[in-house]
């Protein structure tokens, strides 16, 4: 891989600020969303009552062709409203939180309710609980304007002309604040930042691509995603045609999120019990290799997230994976009391079909480097990220897709230049029976599945079918 | 109340400082109904208020929205929107020139028998459960499920060039599942297609229309008969693509490709650019000559996703042509775009998801004209290939080059007629070399509006609904099998 030229490294200086643009100035507090919920309650004529509250204070500035071509704001409310009516429950949800709004939003809740029959089993609602606690909101990324991040673009769109690329990318900022509450006295909140910065650099016929996001921040930093990007796109110039065929592959992190990302319904009791998870039948059978430690965990310092479920139950740390052995499931309350289990905290907000799912992935990670996996490779292939990545074969799991934005072809333990993006058809559950190599786990920023902790991998026989034009 | 709630949005970005202003107030209401093995699953309605204000300010763009409509909620929103268009004139690069558009003012509304929200919920979840009821009597069914969703958006749209135009859109899905696992195998098959069933701009009347009764218990009888099946072969095949299918092939290999926001770069870090660029405009041969595909999104097109009286920047519905006896002939446009290829209008294309997100480029019902042959006839007429029906599983390069699909069922024709069921069908191929093996297109009588609503695209993303009006066609010398090869 060649360097690309590096930007100067100036840091910008986070300090709260005030001002139509900046985020937190936007949010509801929490007393606010009290205040929403007891109202609720008051009007409230059914047998149990649940409301969630999502406020949102948001913004992206979208890049391309090295300039800021659409660049906006939003501010909203969600309150949405469960009722139960013997036996009976449906939602309804609203933007508005006048009285009369709430009024409505309750009555389209309750006649949905009463429209079905009753639903044998429904559990009553959750009491209170007891949750631990999570710092995810910090100042810096909720004060954040308009300007600052034009700014940071700025610096990277110089980057990109310094190395005669073509920059394209997004950086977003926004502040987010929860309540879920129910007439049992349940009452759970949850406020979070977020940063995001992703980017592609295109060359004439290359282009490279990074990205990463933080609740703070301060721990982002676009220009060394940026210049990371910059030297992918220089690397594949004047990309090389090979074969279709079987490969040993380095995935980076994003790669390996995209891919195994896709299991995380497969870990749904639900969806055992429905007989549509690859798990079904393999449950306590090895189907991955030994090196293979798959959790969820909310708690994980690299997760995100609130640590409660779609219920209010608090979200517990599975292991679902024990060394290439699928070992546990996760069970909301209702698909805990069918199948005589404990219930995980991984339940959706109800009503639903789905029942739970893993929403925190963490796959252990291990001791190798990127560079160590490529100077261990005779002939393999670099993956810097995949693409429109769909299920083929749901139960041996098959994904198909596509290399993009730096494809590496490696030789003799070296990176020797890009090569045209590929096809594959691979087996996830085969995938990770083929780790060779595990590198430090790390917070994985794609853009299939939701985000994850996971390492690089490098994987044996990985399958690509067919080879693109460019 | 939308009108006030636009014309404070407007005169607040004139007053500070923005040169061009639209405001887009919506108002959203959709109901999700679903059950899953005989009980109910999804129950759930929602609505959504709020309004959206795009300016041009300091010569760049900015967008800021808001669900609070007080006068001060919309005019700090209106503040906001300029102040970012201000900070994106930090990197701005040449002139912003949009396309001239007339004033237009107007209301428009697609034409419904039955509105689904005034039938009762009752009546709608006992159509669901029958259906599933049906579904679950197969035996070697395990898994049955069934949903509906309505959606009525209610918008007004005004600008700073006098436009106001009301528009109401009153949308229908409905589609039922059934799935078998058996034989370590999960075969499952849709109707009246996969991911939802059918989605029209229409009311109550398309759910009546459908029949989901009726068809559930075939359903059920093909998702199990799969199990046992012939595998799809591998090799260089012809094969023949049902209308459900085709929709979808039209939809990635030509639809997006023709948007001229991905062509210009604008969505490069995400959905990607295009192979289509624009020097081939005019001069690719897209397809063979039969091949004619029009993005059209007006209401004598077809009630589709992709119709409308008006787009999001004020432009009124246009058809466009697309390809023209096989040759690239169109891109779709909006007001910035269009003078860039040369044209003197817009085409009409800029569509938002909701008053929260800004108008992209996106498309309308881009479809395959009919053919001539009649289906019959055109089954007689092919001795070997393999008939695909309903999408399975879809995904295509990010210059919508390379493709490769699979369905859930197949069919072997052999001799002119129908003979074994094929599981596992998938095809794979390069857009321009597809269209091109296109030897067979269906006619009117066969040809189907289908409805996609789930198209993600844009930063934050935004899921919109498209139209594909598509008959059976016939593509000879295609790759098959490779999706399951091993």
């Not at chain 2, 369905?407 to 191929?429: A, D, F, L, Q, V």
């Not at chain 2, 066609?473 to 490779?482: L, Q, T, Y």
Request: charged letters at 25%; proline letters at 4%; one cysteine or more.
């Amino acid at each position: 891989m060649s360097a690309a030229r590096t930007a100067r490294r100036s840091r910008p200086r986070h300090r709260m600020k005030r001002g139509p643009a900046v985020a937190a100035e936007h949010l509801l507090s929490l007393a606010e969303l009290r205040r929403i919920a007891e109202r609720i309650f008051r009007f409230s004529e059914a047998d149990e009552t649940e409301v969630q509250i999502d406020v949102v204070s948001d913004a992206l500035t979208r890049f391309a062709n090295n300039a800021i071509h659409q660049n906006v704001a939003e501010q909203s409310v969600s309150v949405s409203v469960r009722t139960v009516f013997d036996g009976q429950t449906a939602r309804a949800t609203t933007n508005k939180t006048d009285d009369e709004s709430l009024r409505r939003v309750l009555a389209a809740s309750a006649t949905l309710a009463r429209s079905q029959p009753r639903i044998p089993g429904l559990l009553p609602m959750l009491g209170a609980q007891k949750y631990p606690k999570v710092r995810r909101f910090f100042d810096a990324t909720a004060a954040a304007t308009p300007q600052d991040r034009a700014r940071m673009v700025k610096r990277v769109v110089s980057l990109a002309e310094e190395n005669k690329l073509n920059a394209a990318g997004i950086y977003t900022t926004g502040a987010f604040r929860s309540m879920l509450a129910n007439s049992r006295g349940l009452c759970a909140d949850y406020e979070y930042t977020r940063a995001e910065f992703s980017v592609t650099m295109m060359g004439e016929d290359s282009s490279g691509w990074a990205k990463a996001n933080e609740p703070d921040l301060v721990k982002l930093d676009p220009e060394e995603l940026a210049s990371r990007a910059a030297a992918k796109a220089v690397g594949t110039r004047h990309p090389r045609e090979i074969e279709p065929g079987r490969y040993t592959v380095i995935l980076e992190p994003a790669a390996v999120l995209d891919l195994v990302g896709f299991l995380f319904y497969d870990f749904s009791a639900t969806a055992v019990a429905d007989k549509r998870s690859c798990l079904n039948e393999r449950m306590g059978k090895p189907v991955m290799g030994p090196n293979i430690i798959l959790w969820d965990d909310v708690g994980h310092p690299l997760q995100l997230g609130p640590p409660y479920d779609g219920e209010g139950m608090p979200r517990q740390k599975v292991l679902l994976v024990d060394r290439g052995v699928p070992r546990n499931l996760v069970y909301s309350r209702a698909t805990a009391r069918k199948m005589k289990k404990k219930p995980t905290g991984h339940g959706l907000s109800l009503p639903n079909e789905y029942g739970e799912a893993p929403v925190n992935l963490v796959l252990e990670g291990g001791t190798t480097s990127l560079q160590e996996m490529i100077a261990s490779t005779d002939r393999g292939i670099l993956v810097t990220r995949l693409w429109y990545i769909r299920e083929v074969d749901p139960y041996e799991k098959v994904m198909t897709g596509m290399t993009r934005d730096g494809t590496f072809l490696v030789k003799h333990g070296r990176v020797t230049g890009g090569i045209k993006n590929m096809r594959f058809n691979q087996g996830v559950l085969e995938l990770l029976s083929n780790v060779e190599l595990l590198g430090p786990a790390v917070r994985g920023a794609g853009e299939e599945a939701t985000e994850m902790v996971v390492p690089a991998m490098k994987v044996r026989n990985f399958h690509f079918t067919e080879v693109t034009k460019f | 109340m939308m009108r006030d709630w636009a014309n404070w949005a407007l005169e607040t970005a004139r007053v500070r400082g923005a040169t061009y202003a639209d405001a887009r107030v919506m108002d959203i209401r959709q109901r999700d109904l679903s059950t899953k093995n005989g009980r109910v699953g999804t129950l759930a309605e929602s609505e959504s208020l709020g309004i959206g204000v795009r300016v041009i300010a300091a010569g760049a763009w900015g967008f800021a929205a808001t669900d609070q409509l007080t006068r001060e909620g919309v005019q700090a929103c209106a503040a906001r929107a300029v102040s970012i268009a201000k900070a994106s004139a930090l990197t701005k690069r040449g002139k912003l020139v949009l396309a001239p558009e007339q004033t237009h003012v107007d209301t428009w509304q697609n034409p419904f028998v039955k509105d689904p929200f005034r039938i009762p919920l009752e009546r709608q979840l006992d159509l669901l459960l029958a259906a599933d009821k049906e579904m679950s009597r197969v035996t070697g069914v395990t898994l049955t499920e069934t949903s509906m969703q309505f959606r009525r958006i209610e918008q007004l749209f005004a600008s700073s060039i006098g436009s106001v135009i009301q528009q109401v859109k009153m949308q229908s899905g409905c589609g039922i599942v059934a799935t078998s696992f058996g034989e370590h195998e999960i075969q499952k098959r849709s109707y009246p297609n996969s991911f939802g069933g059918q989605y029209m701009l229409a009311g109550y009347e398309m759910v009546e229309a459908l029949d989901l009764v009726g068809n559930a218990r075939r359903v059920g009888e093909q998702a199990v008969a799969l199990h046992k099946a012939t595998p799809c072969p591998e090799g260089a095949r012809t094969i023949i693509l049902a209308s459900d299918q085709l929709g979808l092939q039209i939809h990635e290999s030509i639809g997006h490709p023709i948007e001229l926001d991905r062509v210009l770069g604008q969505e490069a870090n995400l959905a990607g650019t295009s192979f289509l660029t624009i020097d081939q405009l005019g001069k690719l041969r897209y397809a063979t000559d039969m091949v004619n595909v029009v993005a059209d999104a007006r209401l004598e097109h077809g009630p589709g996703l992709g119709t409308f009286g008006y787009d999001d920047e004020g432009v009124p519905a246009q058809c466009i042509p697309i390809i023209q006896n096989g040759r690239f002939t169109g891109y779709l446009s909006n007001r910035e775009t269009a003078p860039v290829i040369g044209l003197d209008r817009s085409g009409g294309t800029m569509r938002t998801e909701s008053w929260s997100r800004l108008p992209i480029i996106r498309m309308t019902n881009v479809s395959l004209l009919p053919g001539t042959w009649r289906y019959d006839d055109l089954i007689a007429d092919t001795d070997d290939a393999i008939l695909m029906e309903t999408n399975r599983s879809w995904s295509i390069d990010d210059k919508r080059y390379q493709f490769q699909f699979s369905t859930e069922i197949g069919w072997e024709i052999r001799g002119g007629r129908r003979t074994r069921m094929i599981k596992n069908p998938s095809y794979s191929g390069i857009t321009t070399e597809f269209w091109n093996s296109c030897d067979a297109i269906c006619s009117r009588e066969h040809w189907t509006l289908w409805g996609t609503p789930n198209c993600g695209k844009g930063q934050p993303m935004q899921v919109m609904g498209t139209g594909h009006g598509a008959a059976p066609a016939r593509f000879r010398n295609i790759k098959v099998g490779s999706a399951f090869a091993r």
